[in-house]
């Protein structure tokens, strides 16, 4: 059973700094592609940032220059989100998400508060 789990949520102050992490274990054989979604009370959730299986990184526009995305040295299967110059709309429940082939793993999410 792949089961996918993120830390590091919290409150911070509009203008300070989190890193979420996000791990997938299980029985895994391969690297799998990975990706960050942000759900705020009330929308649906929307893609933040992703990493392919080679690497590559992808933003959208709202965090583009704030928030980065990697992928641990010694465990390919964990991620990272460092998430800078945090603002009041950055609020929201962050899922991460672990694709592997054809199957999609979810993590429960990790709440993630900025204050005015």
């Known amino acids: 059973q792949v089961q996918v789990e993120e830390s590091g949520g919290g409150l911070v102050q509009a203008g300070g700094s989190l890193r979420l992490s996000c791990t997938a274990s299980?029985?895994?054989?391969?690297?799998?592609?990975m990706a960050w979604y942000r759900q705020a009370p009330g929308k649906q959730r929307d893609l933040v940032a992703s990493?392919?299986?080679?690497?590559?990184?992808?933003y959208t526009d709202s965090v583009q220059g704030r928030f980065t995305v990697s992928r641990d040295n010694r465990n390919k299967n964990t991620v990272y989100l460092q998430m800078g110059s945090l603002k009041p709309e950055d609020t929201a429940v962050y899922y991460c998400?672990?694709?592997?082939?054809?199957?999609?793993?979810w993590g429960q999410g990790t709440q993630v508060t900025v204050s005015s």
């Open positions: 998400n672990a694709k592997f082939g054809i199957m999609s793993y």
């Open positions: 299980g029985p895994l054989f391969s690297r799998g592609a």
């Open positions: 990493i392919s299986t080679s690497g590559e990184t992808t």
